[in-house]
């Protein structure tokens, strides 16, 4: 029960603010907080090794992870997820028992909370109720999968870029979150295309004032610019 009062007392809210268990009770999120350590990446850390995920469950306190693919030769790489505060990795192993072949990198210092993937499955199994908020989290999951994969089939590169930008934008703020410090290359991982391409549709937005780029931070300046860009056709910017 000693690293459940420490885990209380670090990180009071973090069961509590993660989506798939912010409604349980105290005694099931109790219970559930003392099957987690903390883990602590640093920034670059590339963590190739899939039985490191078969075998335990993660939340991030902290930072973020890339959730990555890349071929068999290792020449392409797509990101599939940007994973940050209060996500949880990894479900597949969780749902289905197998190995999930993909690959993460830490982004920034990263801090995790880690259990044991028998000891979830058996918490699950004790408070089965807990399934109503993790069903939803993953239908959610599956559904950006599905539009991601339909982004890169049917739609260009430029209306790629204008969703990627749209889609992190802070409602309340209006700032860009996630995304703001990433380096063309990494940009262009998440849309299917390269560093030389993404940073020439990016310069045109910059030219067009719907955007701000200094110091490899990207900035929104004309939300409704953008918005009008992606839902006219007619207006695209290359």
């Known amino acids: 029960m000693a690293g459940e009062n420490l885990l209380s007392f670090k990180y009071p809210g973090v069961i509590k603010d993660c989506v798939i268990f912010n409604t349980l009770e105290e005694g099931p999120r109790n219970l559930l907080l003392s099957l987690f350590h903390e883990e602590?990446?640093?920034?670059?850390?590339?963590?190739?090794?899939?039985?490191?995920?078969?075998?335990?469950?993660?939340?991030?306190?902290?930072?973020?992870?890339?959730?990555?693919?890349?071929?068999?030769?290792?020449?392409?790489?797509?990101?599939?997820?940007?994973?940050?505060?209060?996500?949880i990795f990894d479900l597949f192993c969780l749902l289905d028992g197998y190995e999930h072949e993909v690959f993460y990198e830490c982004l920034d210092d990263v801090k995790v909370l880690a259990a044991p993937m028998q000891e979830i499955k058996k918490w699950y199994n004790q408070y089965p109720a807990a399934l109503k908020d993790l069903m939803p989290y993953v239908g959610k999951q599956f559904r950006l999968l599905e539009s991601f994969v339909s982004s890169l089939t049917f739609t260009d590169i430029s209306t790629r870029i204008l969703k990627l930008?749209?889609?992190?934008?802070?409602?309340?703020?209006?700032?860009?979150?996630k995304i703001n410090d990433l380096s063309n290359k990494?940009?262009?991982?998440?849309?299917?295309?390269?560093?030389?391409?993404?940073?020439?549709?990016?310069?045109?937005?910059?030219?067009?004032g719907a955007?701000?780029?200094s110091w490899n931070r990207l900035e929104i300046k004309d939300l409704p610019l953008l918005i009008s860009l992606?839902?006219?056709p007619n207006q695209k910017f290359i």
């Open 40 to 87: 602590k990446w640093p920034k670059n850390t590339c963590i190739l090794n899939n039985e490191k995920f078969f075998f335990h469950f993660y939340i991030i306190v902290s930072g973020r992870v890339k959730m990555y693919q890349v071929d068999d030769f290792g020449e392409k790489e797509i990101t599939l997820f940007i994973l940050s505060k209060n996500d």
């Open 165 to 177: 930008l749209i889609s992190n934008v802070n409602s309340s703020s209006r700032g860009l979150e």
């Open 186 to 208: 990494e940009i262009a991982f998440l849309v299917g295309s390269t560093r030389t391409v993404v940073n020439r549709h990016l310069q045109r937005l910059k030219q067009k």
């Open 211 to 213: 955007i701000n780029i």
């Open 230 to 232: 992606l839902e006219n």
